[in-house]
């Protein structure tokens, strides 16, 4: 390919609205142009970035005995309205009416069209088990599209489903999915990936992982013990709190706090410390508008996907009115009388001595002692896991929160689907189950970006060879000399006859342009024939991430590229 041809510009201004650099580098670089809010479109270098990496999902899915299929994009509202997601998901789902008004969705994933494809064929225990995946286009409607390929709202996506006849078989075949995926990362270039334990949201299933790059940028808060290594999704990491109580409790006081609204406040007025406090937290269901008043010790924060988890439907921050019956600010767990859902969390479980809200404007309880001025009430984990937190693996006051991109996660879902659908089969004694399932996604764009993020510097990205567009970047400086220009065209020849995949920067241009483009493109090798090389009877090569540059005899170049080349191929 000559780089004369490349279809898309390259830029040396960094556009202003990137918030992080795999965005910007790969707007600069011509990989890919806006269209819409979270929608994109790809030249030719981020096709082929993308399109290595599918073939290295196919390779490892075929290597656990994955069988490759494809879903229709467009599937009939019925199939989701079947499994309950079709009331269940909220506006991300894409929904819309055909000529005839028959309701369709958009699909954001495709387990119903999985069940929907094998159901009859599943019937009898002896086809069981097997995995069907594909590569597909995907349309989610996110409300808040960023990072350029890392949240996206039309995304290319390996998603694979497994089917099995109980929990045991499952669990067997997701350890192999849960190994595969090590090996996808490694391939692609990014072994540091991390597994960690998450929340199965609206896939459903009890357990479930998703694999975090850890970076900065990172949308996700990740949870790491420092003792012990364990790992999880903060959304799911579990919040040990070990209160003891207070050897004097002592009685219920209601003091005037004039002007104290927030737990800051609270604690300025009082001297104390937010461990030292018991806040209310106020929600609204989405369902309903019904008024949801959490509980919790004020140094914690709130976990919603906790709280909607027990809840069973979204929630958002509640507006309280007068008619309510709360006084906001002032909310207290002794005497509450409003209409509301009442929830407490565990960390204020053996607690005494605590200044709460008096459900009185401008008014706080001190001395409150949870058993005896509250009462029997059960305590469940809502709260988020913090910085030094207690570990729920070992104990150890040692975790650590860091922030990632997740670029890949796999579920158990157990016969959620299978169930809601009608899908059956019969084992050897003729008895009905419903079959146990698994699923398996990756994100190919977001892959990119995050392979993008972990390697780059301020030039440009240092792609992989793996996944690199091109494995050598052939520049020929001067191309006008014609001496450059005749050893420059037959090392072209040379290389790509030797099956090397070749961009070629034979422009007029000056070497200052023509290395910025080759920084952008990020090829893992360069190789550069010059007067002055020539003069030397060498041309020079030199790696992307600038570990080496050497120079070959001429004679040989072609020969020594490629000795170079599959080195770095079999790192």
């Known amino acids: 390919m000559k780089l004369e041809k490349l279809v898309g510009d390259r830029f040396r201004e960094k556009p202003a609205d990137c918030v992080v650099e795999s ?35 196919r390779e490892e899915m075929d290597a656990i005995d994955g069988q490759e299929v494809q879903f229709p994009v467009v599937m009939p509202a019925s199939l989701w309205q079947e499994s309950g997601r079709y009331e269940s998901i909220g506006k991300e789902l894409m929904r819309f009416t055909d000529r005839n008004q028959t309701p369709l969705v958009l699909g954001m994933t495709h387990e119903e069209a999985a069940v929907q494809l094998v159901r009859e064929y599943g019937q009898s225990y002896t086809r069981y088990p097997f995995m069907i995946y594909q590569i597909q286009t995907k349309f989610r409607d996110e409300a808040r599209p960023r990072a350029g390929l890392i949240r996206v709202r039309e995304f290319t996506m390996k998603d694979g489903y497994s089917f099995h006849t109980d929990q045991a078989d499952l669990e067997a075949y997701y350890k192999r999915c849960l190994e595969a995926y090590r090996r996808i990362y490694a391939r692609v270039g990014i072994p540091e990936v991390l597994a960690v334990a998450s929340d199965s949201g609206m896939m459903g299933g009890s357990v479930s992982h998703e694999f975090m790059l850890l970076t900065p940028i990172g949308e996700d808060s990740i949870a790491i013990c420092e003792a012990c290594g364990y790992r999880a999704n903060m959304e799911a990491a579990e919040c040990i709190v070990r209160n003891v109580r207070d050897a004097v409790s002592h009685s219920l006081e209601r003091v005037h706090t004039p002007d104290c609204h927030t737990i800051e406040e609270l604690c300025a007025f009082f001297g104390c410390e937010k461990k030292q406090t018991c806040k209310a937290v106020v929600y609204q269901q989405n369902t309903d508008n019904r008024y949801v008043v959490l509980f919790l010790r004020g140094d914690l924060e709130v976990n919603e996907t906790k709280l909607t988890n027990v809840l069973g439907c979204a929630v958002r921050p509640a507006e309280i009115t007068p008619e309510s019956g709360l006084a906001a600010g002032f909310i207290s767990p002794c005497g509450l009388n409003a209409d509301c859902t009442v929830l407490f969390d565990r960390s204020l479980q053996n607690t005494d001595n605590l200044i709460c809200g008096a459900n009185r404007q401008d008014y706080h309880y001190i001395g409150l002692d949870m058993a005896r001025d509250v009462g029997a009430v059960e305590y469940r984990d809502f709260a988020k896991i913090a910085e030094r937190g207690i570990c729920p693996h070992c104990g150890a006051p040692a975790i650590h929160i860091s922030r990632g991109i997740e670029v890949g996660n796999i579920f158990q879902l157990g016969t959620k689907y299978t169930e809601a659908m009608g899908m059956t089969y019969q084992d050897e004694d003729g008895n009905t189950h419903h079959p146990v399932m698994g699923c398996y996604g990756i994100g190919v764009g977001r892959l990119a970006a995050a392979v993008c993020e972990a390697h780059h510097d301020d030039f440009g990205p ?34 790509q006859a030797r099956g090397a995949e070749v961009i070629y920067d034979d422009r007029t241009v000056s070497a200052g342009v023509m290395f910025s483009d080759a920084d952008l493109l990020g090829v893992p090798l360069r190789v550069i024939v010059s007067p002055r ?39």
């Open 23 to 57: 965005h910007a580098l790969m707007l600069r670089g011509g990989y890919m142009k806006g269209v819409s809010n979270g929608i994109y479109s790809s030249y030719m270098p981020l096709r082929r970035i993308t399109r290595k990496i599918e073939q290295i999902l």
């Open 533 to 571: 090389n020539l003069k030397q009877g060498i041309v020079e090569v030199a790696s992307r991430d600038k570990t080496f540059s050497k120079s070959v005899p001429l004679e040989t170049a072609a020969e020594s590229v490629m000795h170079i080349l599959n080195g770095m191929m079999h790192q």
């Open 462 to 495: 240092i792609w992989p060879v793996s996944i690199a567009p091109w494995q050598v970047h052939l520049c020929a400086v001067r191309a006008d000399n014609d001496a450059v220009r005749a050893c420059a065209d037959a090392l072209y020849e040379q290389l």
